[in-house]
């Protein structure tokens, strides 16, 4: 079975340029989530999809960041402006369902490092 | 969802038993205990979890107070590749909220 692909796996660009990540969950698992782990720190869930409808985004940072996950399968993550504090790996999980018993399943994740 | 406390780090040794505690002392009825960790460079990996009775799987085992307001992971034999910041999560929903974990290191 095909883990969740995550690209690009490292990006560096400078404060106020936009960046785009993208995640292919494992086929079908119907939940997706982002999470953004900065050093030291454990992973924080950003936002949560339910096949293409959002599920809970209360700690993405709306006024830069955005998401979507078209046709409920494939996902997007995009930041414009990107701030210096916005460095850290952004990590995609997928599960089959949302629900407490269903493990998630993380991909490697995308280093952003904003100079 | 219920916040867990851990020990920043332990230290075990090669081929010796290791249990991570975990206090979870707020937790609901309701609340499942993960159990995740995370090797270098890598996203986090599924361990294990439990709602209250003790739980046994190919990677680790978790063993859950009475009281369900702490659980231990016990990994049976440590090795090198054990070596990861294993993190703790109470929680009712699938939504997974990660403290600072602890972090293992395996002594050859």
Same mark, same amino acid.
């Given at each position: 079975e095909a883990g969740v692909?995550?690209?690009?796996?490292?990006?560096?660009?400078?404060?106020?340029q936009s960046v785009a990540f993208w995640c292919?969950?494992?086929?079908?698992?119907a939940t997706l989530y982002w999470y953004q782990q900065i050093l030291g /720190?454990?992973? =924080? #869930?950003l936002i949560q999809f339910q096949n293409n409808g959002?599920?809970?985004?209360?700690?993405?940072?709306?006024?830069r960041f955005s998401a979507e996950r078209l046709k409920g399968v494939d996902s997007t993550l995009k930041i /414009?402006?990107? =701030? #210096?504090?916005?460095?850290?790996?952004?990590?995609?999980?997928?599960?089959?369902?949302?629900?407490p018993i269903y493990e998630q399943y993380f991909g490697p994740g995308t280093r952003l490092t904003v100079t | 969802d219920a916040k867990t406390t851990q020990p920043n780090s332990m230290e075990s040794n090669e081929e010796e038993p290791v249990h991570l505690p975990c206090n979870h002392s707020t937790i609901s009825g309701t609340d499942y205990i993960h159990w995740y960790r995370q090797l270098p460079s890598q996203g986090p990996e599924y361990v294990i979890h439990g709602l209250t009775s003790n739980v046994n799987n190919r990677m680790a085992s978790l063993a859950i107070a009475e009281d369900r307001k702490s659980s231990t992971l016990i990994l049976h034999r440590a090795t090198l590749r054990d070596a990861a910041v294993y993190y703790c999560i109470s929680t009712g929903a699938n939504n997974?909220?990660?403290?600072?974990?602890?972090?293992?290191?395996?002594?050859?």
């Open positions: 692909a995550q690209s690009p796996r490292y990006k560096i660009i400078e404060k106020r292919n969950p494992i086929s079908g698992h /720190q454990g992973p =924080k #869930l959002v599920v809970d985004d209360s700690q993405l940072p709306k006024d /414009q402006p990107a =701030k #210096l504090e916005d460095s850290a790996v952004y990590l995609c999980a997928s599960s089959l369902v949302s629900s | 997974l909220f990660f403290g600072t974990g602890t972090r293992l290191t395996v002594i050859p």
